[in-house]
């Protein structure tokens, strides 16, 4: 049975910089209180002119397939993590295989788990891959946060977290060790602990297409954020631990944990809780903020690019986030 090896990873972050200072300029928040409660120091959002998910996607996918030394030609199959496609249908899989002047006929599958949307990506193509039925799967994450963010003082929880960006894998069949398990979980008694609620289909057809939308709040996005902060903790430790056991490997086999970038305070908590040292954990949230599916594959394309993975580094996956969802992966590079 073939297993599924990371062989080129790829990001692209929009151009523009929104630094704290600026956020403080337009709601009541200060860059004291963010960095000290979430580490973030500025987040890139989009210029709606020039950025689209499937255009930032297609940026992260070419760095990832130049890194790989393939082709488009050569991807077989499109997974794309994102719960912010450009459209409410169809998703940004197929918007991405046209960017990409990929074969017209090649599946792609969009996936909605939100910050455990990559991992969720990456557990099927590793399904896929193990069947044999593909080869090379582009596997994305691409979120654009920043035009769902209520970004006024009554939204200020979640307007200094969020940012936009894309990431992307080549995940490749191959007769090497590559991915060793992925752990995927959810609770959907806390759905509305962190969600966007319109435009909902589960409305009358005269609120989904009123005259005029009067209250745009449910289309921002609302969170509970000491809610998630409190379950982000326990889970993301528990599903650390559930794939070191199914691995019998020890947390001291790790040689770099990429934890989604929820909030810095949450990545030095499961540090702490599992006694990694500093050079075992990767975060880049400082500069980018939470990119929700898009979170992980930066951060692993900039931890790759930085020399912090090697040749059969043992690295780990981990998120946390919407649904609840959380999820685990270990690879062997
Ligand atoms: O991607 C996965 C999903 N997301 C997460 O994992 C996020 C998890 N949650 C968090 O990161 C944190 O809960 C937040 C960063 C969102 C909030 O931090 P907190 O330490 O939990 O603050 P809090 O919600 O308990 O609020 C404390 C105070 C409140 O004021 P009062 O009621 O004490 O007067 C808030 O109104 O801080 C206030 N506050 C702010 N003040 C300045 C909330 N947001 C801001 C802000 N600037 N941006």
Redesign the pocket.
Known sequence: MPYSRIVGLGHYVPERIVTNQYLSTV????DD??VE??GIRERRWIDPATDTVANMAAKASRMALERAGLQPSDIDFIIFATITPDYFFPGSGVLLQRELGLDGRIAALDIRN??SGFIYALSVADQFIKTGMYKNILVVGGEIQSTALDVTTRG??????FGDGAGAAIVQASGRQGVLSTHLHSDGNFAEE?YIRDPGSSRSAAERQPDQILDTSTYKVV?N??Q??KH?VVRFTEVITEALQANSLSKEDINLLVP?Q??L??SQYIQEKLSLSNDQVYNNIMRYG?T?AASIPIALSEAWAEGRIRENDLVCLAA???GFTWASALIRW
């Open positions: 709601m009541d928040t200060n209180w963010i409660r979430t939100a910050c200020r929880n979640t307007a200094v977290i962190l969170m954020g000491n998630v902060f982000a989604h929820a909030n305070r949450i939470n929700t946390f986030g919407s």
